[in-house]
């Protein structure tokens, strides 16, 4: 009875997978459908129905037409200095608030945790006074001051619970074979966090990826574009042409599916493990 029982939970649960599954991909599913029609085919039948004619071409055209690969290389530079930047600063400071004892340590915390209370909206304006008189608006050093700014306070509550979940029988061990802090943190405390450390990998190269608003502000120069922003080449002033707008979107999806599938395997357990601790 107890195994029958087990096996109807294990239908049940397969069957809602798989049904949530096919509710995540179907828009995917449509942007692909879009992508492969012409124009007249797409205003000629619903956007579910697959195409009479499938047009490769468009993935070339928009490709060509939209300069997408200038747009991918800025936003690919963006992504490989911010990241890495961002979590070496993350991991030093939620280092210091989980193994370095200091008074203010549960204060600090709280204070990096209000970087994720205030609204990005609500600091458009003082930010680009800022720039402005730093001399730094459009150009790559504001914007990745601007990007690690609210993107440190995440990243920090991530690691900090996951450093919490590492023994500190090993901090004590790394201090009788004479290993200093920084010693600790290099070879003790950031190997046993790959897991966080991939996690936050994947997060933080698809939300700079895909960040729109504050390129869109502080970004002016054509050249230093973002992909969100050259996806905005394909509508005009009186129509968009959403064959290729939906092109250059599949286009650009594939370098943040790459980042997952390389590191996926890790982050279920940096997940869990950040949020246990």
């Known amino acids: 009875m107890e195994l029958r029982i087990s096996s109807t939970r294990k239908v049940v649960h397969y069957a809602v997978l798989i049904i949530l599954a096919i509710l995540f991909l179907l828009p995917l599913v449509f942007i692909f459908f879009t992508a492969v029609k012409s124009n007249a085919d797409l205003a000629s039948k619903p956007i579910y129905a697959f195409p009479a004619k499938i047009h490769w071409e468009n993935f070339v055209k928009a490709w060509d037409q939209g300069k997408m690969s200038m747009y991918m290389k800025n936003t690919l530079f963006i992504c490989l200095v911010k990241v890495p930047l ?78 919490r979940t590492i023994p500190k029988e090993l901090d004590e061990a790394a201090l009788i074979d004479g290993c200093s802090d920084m010693g600790k943190f290099l070879r003790i405390i950031l190997p046993l966090s790959m897991p966080a450390i991939a996690t936050l990998i994947i997060f933080d190269f698809m939300a700079t990826w895909n960040e729109f608003l504050l390129a869109q502000i502080f970004i002016s120069d ?37 980042v997952y599938l390389l590191f996926q395997k890790y982050f279920v357990n940096g997940l869990a493990g950040s949020v246990k601790g």
């Open 86 to 163: 961002g979590i070496l600063i993350e991991a030093l400071a939620a280092f210091a608030l989980t193994r370095l004892k200091f008074r203010w340590s549960i204060p600090m915390f709280s204070f990096f945790l209000i970087g994720m209370m205030i609204p990005m909206q609500a600091t458009l304006v003082p930010l680009n006074m800022l720039l402005n008189a730093i001399h730094l608006k459009g150009t790559y050093p504001g914007i990745f001051l601007i990007y690690l700014g609210f993107g440190i306070p995440f990243g920090i509550m991530i690691l900090r619970g996951f450093f």
């Open 222 to 258: 054509q050249s230093m574009r973002t992909i969100t922003l050259g996806l905005l080449a394909f509508r005009g002033d009186w129509s968009t042409d959403y064959t290729l707008m939906s092109a250059a979107v599949l286009i650009s999806v594939l370098p943040v599916m790459i």
